[in-house]
């Protein structure tokens, strides 16, 4: 099992240096054999507000790392010109010498699609075409563009990426149909358990693995999961109750399906009273600590990732930024470190 770290922090954190624990974070896995650390895309949001651009913290985390794989999780690809995704994180490959990968994502949100409301109607299958126009920009071939005349012109990106090949995964919020894409399109696999549980995942796992070998390649499965590790469960509960509770008050809109809530499918939870909002998010917290997150004792988290290998999971990547104080992040880090120590030989087989 490899671990990585995961940051999606709000634009309100509080003080003039919001940056200051990806640095620190990214830095200790840097020098404590973590795999990669992964930032994303999010914009006219508080939530996840810290990351307009995921090529930008990813130069940033370049400059100050020696060994950790540096990627997006995710680029937008509807947003972008694929062209210009190429030419960003090719930058971001040299500067950590041929360190930087990428997840893409189709959108979910039409206000984000601001920057290129054309492409909202065609979201998915625009990104499954970026993905393939991507790579073949990364791999020096010549591609087309239509110019400023409307002449078709073929272009190559500069700087030259240093890793030959672009290493892929396409996000999915729980689509069965997002995994299969996935293993047709020879892409890892990046999700989380907001809106799914682990015996879903399991199923749309299996059905990514076998889209995968059908087109030669055995998948790269990785589950983002909030993390928070310490010497007490109890005390570990206590400490993320708010912070989570804060979390998905800002990230109402992902929980619409979540298990256990006690919803029919598709009821949109912003249209209940204040009240009834509380309640369900006090039972999605209840889930979501129980059987979704890693959280507790280094045994427990361990425990958890027994079972994450058990159904198909290749990495995990503890988000780390979800409101806890920094000091207690940075904490949970070094226990962090100790389950991925005790994880080494836990492989999906």
Not at 16 to 31: G, K, N, P, T, V
Not at 154 to 180: D, K, N
Not at 314 to 334: C, K, Q, T
Not at 337 to 348: I, K, L, P, T
Request: proline share 5%; glycine share 8%.
């Amino acid at each position: 099992m490899d671990f990585s770290l995961f940051f999606f922090a709000d634009s309100r954190t509080s003080g003039d240096d919001r940056y200051r624990l990806l640095l620190d974070s990214a830095r200790f896995a840097d020098a404590h054999d973590f795999t990669a650390v992964w930032t994303p895309e999010r914009h006219f949001h508080p939530f996840g507000g810290l990351y307009p651009n995921a090529a930008v913290t990813g130069a940033a985390l370049a400059a100050i790392t020696e060994r950790l794989d540096i990627r997006a999780g995710s680029v937008v690809a509807p947003l972008h010109h694929p062209a210009r995704i190429a030419e960003e994180w090719s930058v971001v490959d040299n500067l950590s010498q041929g360190r930087a990968g990428i997840s893409f994502a189709s959108g979910w949100h039409a206000t984000d699609f601001v920057l290129r409301p054309q492409n909202y109607p065609d979201r998915r299958a625009v990104m499954m075409e970026t993905v393939e126009t991507v790579r073949r920009l990364w791999r020096g071939d010549d591609v087309a563009f239509p110019d400023g005349a409307g002449v078709q012109r073929p272009v190559r990106i500069h700087p030259a990426p240093v890793r030959p090949e672009l290493p892929v995964w396409i996000t999915s919020a729980g689509s069965l149909e997002t995994f299969r894409a996935a293993g047709r399109a020879r892409a890892g696999v990046l999700t989380h358990l907001l809106g799914q549980d682990l015996d879903d995942l399991a199923v749309k796992i299996a059905a990514y693995r076998e889209e995968s070998a059908a087109n030669g390649t055995g998948g790269h499965v990785v589950l983002m999961l909030h993390t928070l590790i310490g010497a007490d469960r109890d005390q570990v509960r206590e400490l993320v109750r708010e912070p989570m509770y804060a979390y998905l008050r800002g990230s109402i809109d992902l929980v619409v399906d979540t298990k256990g809530a006690g919803l029919p499918a598709g009821f949109d939870p912003r249209t209940l009273p204040e009240r009834d909002k509380e309640f369900l998010i006090a039972r999605s917290f209840d889930r979501y600590f129980s059987t979704s997150g890693l959280f507790g004792t280094v045994d427990d988290a361990t425990e958890m990732v027994r079972g994450l290998a058990r159904i198909g999971v290749d990495e995990v990547a503890g988000l780390v930024d979800f409101g806890v104080a920094d000091d207690e992040v940075r904490r949970s880090l070094r226990l962090l470190n100790e389950v991925r120590r005790q994880s080494a030989g836990v492989a999906f087989a």
